[in-house]
């Protein structure tokens, strides 16, 4: 004899819970596997009150790439309410340097990387010095 409207009934939902199990189960897995590549490891505010430049990523791709002169954290805070860039990771290198110092990383990191949210830095002019006799 075969089984119950009941018992099929039943077994249908135990093979749809299953398979909503394995689904939040794989969405599991994948949040996590995302949150190893953006860095899991435990970072101190003070660690982020630095100078230095910093890269905003779209997947593995640098998009934009920024100084900060004072609060590093601050500046990255400061993109995620812009939508445009729709960054999805950062990363950052201090330096004890000076704004100067830092202006000239930032410089040369666009150039290499050449991300495409950065404005091209248009080398400035100087005036030719005047020597009087």
Known sequence: MGLSIEEQREIVRANKRSIEDRK??????????????????????????????????????????????????ERICAHTEDTEKGFDSFTFNSHGGTKKQIEHI????????????????????????IIYC
Not at 107 to 119: G, H, R
């Open 24 to 73: 939040k189960a794989k969405q599991e897995k994948n949040r996590r596997a995302r949150e190893s590549k953006m860095g899991s490891a435990k970072i101190r505010v003070d660690d982020l009150m630095v100078r230095g430049v910093y890269f905003l990523y779209q997947g593995k791709e640098i998009v934009y790439i920024g100084m900060s002169d004072k609060n590093i954290m």
């Open 106 to 129: 930032e410089k040369l990191m666009i150039k290499k990387y050449n991300p495409k949210y950065n404005v091209r830095h248009k080398q400035k002019v100087k005036p030719p010095k």
